[in-house]
């Protein structure tokens, strides 16, 4: 397949996650009360293009998390107009080994925030993030946003990425960058 790829149109491309470890000790938060013992996540609208994300463990136990370049193993989704949840982002997976060096204690009851990209559009929706975490998917709590349909359509972006796959299947790589499992 031949892509010629210049530049990302963020609002109306499918495009990889990039959202970014902004504080690993995130107490200040008040996090919706929950007596699941799993990993908790919230989302909300910090400003006009960033949403931040909070993940809470609620388990009783010590994780490590081994974020890529500082980032977790997260995605956007969005219903469409059959209010069906589809994926508006994917997850871009690093080959450089030294994407992967740094390794967070993540304790019991602790928060960390993350930052994503809001995206805006014409197409009033519900958006909800998607973590891929010790091979279990956590969805957060669906925000109201707006986004353009296009975002749905897979973008030369995501074919580009499937390149580094080659010999796998259609449905295995779109499992690895849409986190319905790690590669």
Known sequence: MNVNISAQNYANEMFMNENEIVNIDASKIEFPKSNKK????YAEQKNDTIFSIFIKNNLNENLILVPQDNSLYLIQEA????????????????TCGNSYDRKLDFKENQIVELSSKKYNGNFNTKIRFKLLLNNKIYYSNEINSNINNSKFKKSDWFFKFSDIYKGQ???????????????
């Not at 799993?38 to 996540?41: N, Q, V």
């Open 38 to 41: 799993s990993i908790l996540i």
């Open 79 to 94: 219903l469409d107009e059959k209010k069906t949840w589809k994926p508006i982002e994917f997850f871009g997976y690093s």
């Open 169 to 183: 299947s259609k449905k295995e790589i779109e499992n690895w960058l849409f986190l319905n499992k790690s590669p």
